[in-house]
């Protein structure tokens, strides 16, 4: 893929957690868009660009063909957007620069 072409964007309203990687506690957000480069999600909480996060996520059927396969990935944030109201759902773009695909309850590899 050369400079000029992004990667596909998947339109899709799914659960995901997420955290910066010095954070121990996992914040609830929805992921609104998903391509293999990145993700835009709305949570709680915005994070600065440029911090490091982990992203964790089910892997819907049909992307992956089975369900039950828990993704989890390494990212960085690129934008971070306030919402035109204070109490609506932060968003914040980051890229997917590792995943890894994990079977387990607690989604530790």
Not at 24 to 45: A, D, F, K, M
Request: glycine content about 10%.
């Amino acid at each position: 893929m050369n400079g000029s072409q992004r990667a596909q964007r998947f339109a899709i309203a799914m659960p995901i957690q997420y955290r910066s990687i010095h954070e121990i506690n996992w914040l609830e957000g929805t992921v609104e868009n998903i391509s293999s480069t990145g993700v835009l999600l709305r949570g709680p909480q915005i994070m600065s660009v440029a911090t490091p996060i982990q992203m964790r996520f089910e892997l819907p059927a049909e992307f992956g063909g089975q369900t039950g396969a828990l993704v989890v990935c390494r990212g960085e944030v690129v934008r971070a957007l306030l919402p035109p109201a204070e109490n609506a759902p932060k968003a914040l773009a980051a890229t997917i620069l590792d995943y890894t695909f994990v079977r387990g309850a607690n989604g530790q590899p």
